[in-house]
């Protein structure tokens, strides 16, 4: 049986082209899951290989997408050739248990690692580089402009803190911390 197997990193992030690349290739069963592929604990994962018997094949759109590293590649690829599965990465081919497929998969598993840890340090300078401007400021944007928020606390000397989210949108811990902020101004 062949099953397929993909994986975004982020929520936001599509998995739709891995899938239809795995069911044009004739996967019978596909596992996906936004997971981070930094975190050894992917369920989906686990899941198909806890599936996988002898004869079966793993489909996977490139190899990034179920190792983290060049040893984890090389030791999964090598647990599943041990279990009678074959491994097919798609951009690759069909990684055979011979001496040239475990070379293969050796240099191509290093190249994605080396890949993935070009783009850390790569998103490491630019956040580097980001810090350096007055105006940086980490994390995510504030859901509500400074007005907004004055307009909120405003409100609270006639209003409950549940009538000014009501009316605001402005959630109570938020008017809370912008209350103690103010306080502490």
Known sequence: MKYG???????????????????????EVIY???FTG?????PQFKEVL???????????TKL??????????????????ERGVKVHVLNMGLIEDTPTGKLIL??????????????????QEGKAIAKQRD?????????FSKKQVEHALGLLATHSYTQVEEITGISKSTLIRAKRKQAAE
Not at 107 to 117: C, H, N, P, V, W
Not at 135 to 143: I, T, V
């Open 50 to 60: 806890a599936k996988l018997e002898v004869g079966d094949t793993l489909v996977v």
């Open 64 to 81: 990034d997408r179920f190792a983290r590293s060049t040893v984890d590649a090389i030791n999964t690829v090598k647990g599943l050739f």
């Open 38 to 42: 930094t975190k050894a604990d992917r």
């Open 135 to 143: 105006d940086f400021r980490e994390g995510r944007p504030n859901k």
């Open 106 to 123: 050796t240099i191509m598993s290093g190249f994605a690692e080396f890949e993935r840890d070009m783009i850390v340090e790569r998103t």
């Open 32 to 34: 996906s899951e936004k």
């Open 5 to 27: 197997y993909a994986r975004v990193s982020t929520i936001s992030q599509d998995l739709e082209a891995q899938l239809q690349a795995l069911k044009n290739e004739g996967c």
